[in-house]
């Protein structure tokens, strides 16, 4: 596929591999954009007109156009108009108007033409997904088509459609990731997680669901957040800044069934440290050194094991910044806990240090 220069949104509208990739119809142009979209971060603006601008045309409830080219283009602009909507800001949607004229008087995409003079616009074949991974000790940060910044955590999984925003503005998470939220009307964003659907029209928030916790959190740090269950039986609860929804669950097997027992808790936080992670700072707030031991694997990318179960039950705040390698943190915990440690293949061992004397063996 050649990698031509895009330098205004109207360049991505007029390809066809664009289209393709916006309407999630072909694969390789799905790849193809979204290397494109990772390699080209100050496109974003233009991306998102550009978005909009082929949402529009690709519209599937859109009436029959008539074959002759003029009134095609009048049509389409009635359709523009009658589809006014939260994305399309006065200055953005004379853009739209401009741009489907030119769309439809350029020979390059007959594909359009085509489409309008024999009933209808392409149907979508198939829906593809955006998927970010994002590697244990690493962290990332994706601005989707409504202008919603995500902030992604290590040792997660972020997905999203490739036609995010056209009929609904929603998201799965395995993992960790902070959510600013832009908010389009009565457009409701969800995110998803093995457990939970958490819903939002305009706010900025937390969602903490790895597998291994076997719980989901959801702290707010501005507006106002939904968090349900997707076990019926319980009810949805309604969280404000500096609150955290915990929905617990404990899992067990029954011939190869999983069985889950939940319950949701709402209790008062610090929301700031909750999510000080995406400003690259590892803190902990009288936490346990077993649950900083995991929040250290995940951000230094090494296996730790703590071979003391009252050790584990230890509490410590202190806040480091990225900089700082495993064995700083190591060393301020030795300074109020006796502690010693062993290190061998990117594996470390804590245990309790002995003090004091002790008897000697014969």
Not at 173 to 195: C, P
Not at 343 to 353: C, G, H, T
């Amino acid at each position: 596929m050649i990698n031509k220069e895009y330098t205004r949104f109207e360049d991505l509208v007029l390809d066809d591999t664009f289209r393709e990739y916006v309407e999630g119809s072909r694969e390789d142009s799905v790849v193809f954009w979204n290397n494109w979209i990772q390699e080209h971060p100050d496109k974003g603006g233009e991306l998102r007109k550009a978005r909009i601008v082929m949402v529009t045309l690709l519209n599937k409830q859109k009436n029959t156009l008539h074959a002759d080219k003029n009134i095609a283009l009048k049509n389409l602009l009635t359709e523009i108009e009658n589809q006014k909507s939260p994305f399309l800001k006065p200055d953005l949607y004379s853009l739209v108007a401009g741009i489907a004229a030119v769309v439809l008087l350029s020979a390059g995409l007959a594909w359009l033409w085509h489409a309008m003079s024999t009933n209808g616009f392409p149907s979508q074949q198939k829906e593809y997904f955006n998927e970010i991974i994002v590697p244990i000790g690493e962290k990332s940060q994706v601005i989707l088509s409504d202008g919603t910044h995500v902030w992604i955590n290590s040792g997660s999984r972020f997905k999203y459609p490739v036609n995010f925003g056209q009929a609904s503005r929603e998201v799965s998470l395995e993992g960790e990731a902070f959510f600013d939220v832009k908010k389009h009307g009565r457009s409701v964003f969800s995110v998803n997680t093995r457990d939970a659907r958490i819903e939002v029209l305009g706010t900025a928030f937390d969602v903490k669901a790895y597998p291994e916790d076997l719980k989901t959190q959801t702290t707010v740090v501005r507006g106002l957040v939904k968090v349900k269950s997707l076990d019926n039986e319980i009810e949805p609860v309604v969280i404000r800044p500096d609150q955290m929804a915990v929905l617990h669950n404990i899992r067990g097997t029954e011939v190869h069934q999983l069985k889950a027992v939940t319950k949701s808790v709402v209790q008062k936080v610090n929301s700031n440290i909750i999510t000080s992670w995406k400003d690259q700072m590892l803190v902990f707030a009288d936490e346990t050194f077993g649950d900083i031991a995991v929040k250290m694997e995940r951000w230094y990318n090494m296996k730790i094991l703590i071979g003391d179960n009252d050790l584990k039950m230890e509490r410590y705040t202190g806040k480091f910044v990225h900089n700082e390698t495993v064995y700083e943190v190591l060393e301020a915990i030795k300074l109020t806990t006796p502690i010693q440690y062993t290190v061998q293949n990117e594996e470390i061992v804590i245990k309790r240090k002995i003090t004091g004397h002790q008897p000697s063996k014969k």
